[in-house]
């Protein structure tokens, strides 16, 4: 029972403080603010089209260097039997055929992809660059006694 006296004395005093000595609650959070829509420009639509266009062409130089290491296979593989008629195939002979075709497939797909990507890269940063959004042609019309004129501004 004495528990129950003490608490309720110590509730008691603080209901009973003045209450400019209680702390205010704090201020309410701020709502957050929303950043303003990003506007891509013109310039940001070239520079992404020359991006996309360069990286196209990397793809396109690697297409064609995986390209030139078919044809170098190719010749490794011919080399094999060169001279030869028939050809006698040892099992080194055939390892080294089959190692040959292997890496010959292998060279041959990547510079198949590397084609259709640099291709479809390089076509897609040139509609980039030449579909950029231009800016709104700026069109004046002045009365004057007798007609009126007109004028428009472009900017290229």
């Known amino acids: 029972m004495i528990a129950y006296l003490t608490e309720m004395n110590s509730c008691a005093e603080q209901q009973a403080r003045p209450p400019s000595l209680q702390a205010p609650p704090p201020p309410p959070a701020p709502a957050p603010v929303a950043p303003p829509p990003v506007v891509a420009t013109r310039a940001d639509h ?3 089209g020359l991006v996309l266009a360069v990286g196209g062409a990397v793809a396109l130089g690697v297409g064609v260097a995986f390209h030139r290491d078919v044809h170098v296979l190719e010749g490794y593989r011919e080399a094999l039997c060169a001279g030869e008629n028939p050809c ?6 055939d390892r080294k055929a089959d190692d040959y075709d292997a890496r010959g497939r ?3 797909i990547v510079a198949i992809g590397a084609y259709t990507a640099g291709a479809l890269a390089l076509v897609g940063g040139a509609a980039l660059y030449l579909r950029s959004p231009r800016e709104p042609r700026r069109v004046t019309i002045a009365p004057l006694r007798g007609g009126a004129v007109a004028s428009v501004g472009v900017s290229f």
């Open 88 to 93: 006698d195939w040892s099992p080194e002979r």
């Open 46 to 48: 070239r520079r992404a």
């Open 106 to 108: 292998r060279a041959s």
